[in-house]
Structure formats: structure tokens, C-alpha cells
């Protein structure tokens, strides 16, 4: 179940336009089933929801929680406009942000991290433990590893694309935040782009290890969000793998 919205907003003299994709839960409490989404927050212990922003070639998401967020990835620098657009179109602010998940150190996901940082203040950044070091930051960046919880978002190692790749899933929606270690084009779901990958044999060992998730939407580094099919996919794809 999914409503889509476009949005555009004006940003000095260009237009951006923000790609806004919302899944709601189908097991939201009865009490708000109807209610328009600028109704009150679902309740801080319920599922959350998420929002995608459409940075052109790459995406960053907002995983919401009653009136707290958490953001995976930061595009390239200069996306923390966008990204802050995005949280208001979503009812939110960079003051809800508390947690910041960067799946891996390439500068499409972490560059906008620069301009994030001194926005987000009430945020813990993170990120996988052996690309800490690749990411420059002002703060020091709390290492995740796999099996490791935020904001009741499971952390999923899934190295090959680079050492510290991590995924985030989030069980009680089964919405799945891959990063680079999955894809959709235009040919449907893949792993990750052989020329920006370390390592395609450990990239396609955790292609099997998040085909045995419960996984009902792929949220992409690159690439739309897949939700509908997305198990039957993912277990193709690392059939074929
Ligand atoms: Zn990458």
C-alpha cells in the first residue's frame, strides 16, 4: 500500500523536484485508518514510515517515528536542502532527526554529510565499522556492525560493495534500505554496479543474506524503491548470484 505525491520546489534559480513515496503500514491502528497524513504522528512505539528523496541519480530516506527521524544517506554535497525540504514535506524537521545512517563512504551517500551535520544537532551519526575512516567528519562517527539496532531499525552487514557496507531493515515493516548492495534499473532488481565495487563475490554473498529477510519493499541507493514484488525479486536475484 503506497500513495505517491510530487513536489517542487524552488531553489535559487533552479527548480528541485522531490520525489515523495510514502508506504503507511498496513497494520496501523485501526483508530487512524482514513486520517489524512497531516493527522497527528502515529504513536512513538508503532511503525514507522518513510519518505524518499529523489536526489536525481541517487536517493536519501527518512525513516519516520512518531515525531522522531532518522535519515540513510546523504547524497552528494550540497543535498542537505533537499533533504531538509523533504523532512518538511514530510511533517518533520532536521530538530526530529536523531539518528543519521550512512550505508557506505562513497560521496554520492556520505558527501552530503558536510552540510548535514551542523543542522542535524541532535543527531548520532553513523556509520559501517571499516568505512568510518573513509568518511570525513567534524564528529567522530559511532560504528555500526551487523545485528546492531537503531531507532528499531536492524543493522545488516552487507559488505562487498565496499568492507563497511551496511543495510537497514526494519522488521515491522519489512522495508529494507539497501544502499549500493542492491539496485533497480530499468531491468528490475540487481546487485551492485561491478565498476564501483570492491569486491563482487562478498557483494553477492549479502545479496543471499537479505534474501532471507522478510522483505517487503527495497529502498535503493540508485534507482526507484521496489515494493511490490520485492521478496520474489530479491530471491531471483540471489538465485542468480
Ligand atoms: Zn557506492
Redesign the pocket.
Known amino acids: 500500500m503506497g500513495i505517491s505525491r510530487r513536489l517542487l520546489f524552488t531553489a535559487g534559480s533552479g527548480v528541485i523536484g522531490v520525489t515523495i513515496l510514502s508506504a503507511c503500514s498496513s497494520d496501523s491502528p485501526p483508530s487512524t485508518a482514513g486520517t489524512p497524513q497531516s493527522a497527528a504522528p502515529p504513536s512513538a512505539t508503532g511503525p514507522g514510515r518513510w519518505e524518499r528523496v529523489d536526489l536525481s541519480f541517487v536517493s536519501a530516506y527518512l525513516l519516520i517515528r512518531g515525531s522522531e527521524a532518522a535519515i540513510v544517506d546523504l547524497g552528494v554535497d550540497g543535498s542537505a536542502d533537499a533533504i531538509g525540504k523533504g523532512l518538511t514535506a514530510a511533517g518533520s524537521g532536521f530538530q526530529a532527526v536523531r539518528h543519521v545512517v550512512m550505508t557506505?563512504k562513497?560521496d554520492?551517500?556520505a558527501g552530503g554529510l558536510t552540510g548535514v551535520e551542523p543542522l542535524a544537532t541532535g543527531a548520532t551519526f553513523y556509520t559501517g565499522q571499516a568505512d568510518v575512516t573513509g568518511i570525513q567528519s567534524a564528529r567522530a562517527l559511532t560504528p555500526l556492525a551487523d545485528g546492531d539496532e537503531v531507532f528499531g531499525l536492524r543493522v545488516i552487514g552487507t559488505p562487498g560493495?565496499?568492507a563497511g557496507h551496511i543495510s537497514i531493515f526494519d522488521p515491522a515493516t519489512g522495508t529494507l534500505v539497501s544502499?549500493?548492495a542492491l539496485r533497480t534499473t530499468t531491468d528490475g532488481l540487481t546487485g551492485p554496479d561491478p565498476q564501483?565495487t570492491e569486491d563482487m563475490t562478498t557483494a553477492a554473498a549479502s545479496v543471499k543474506k537479505m534474501a532471507a529477510l522478510d522483505v517487503k519493499v527495497i529502498l535503493p541507493?540508485h534507482g526507484a524503491p521496489l515494493t511490490s514484488n520485492a521478496a520474489a525479486s530479491l530471491t531471483r536475484l540471489a538465485a542468480s548470484s
Open positions: 557506505h562513497h554520492d551517500h560493495h565496499t544502499g549500493d564501483y541507493g
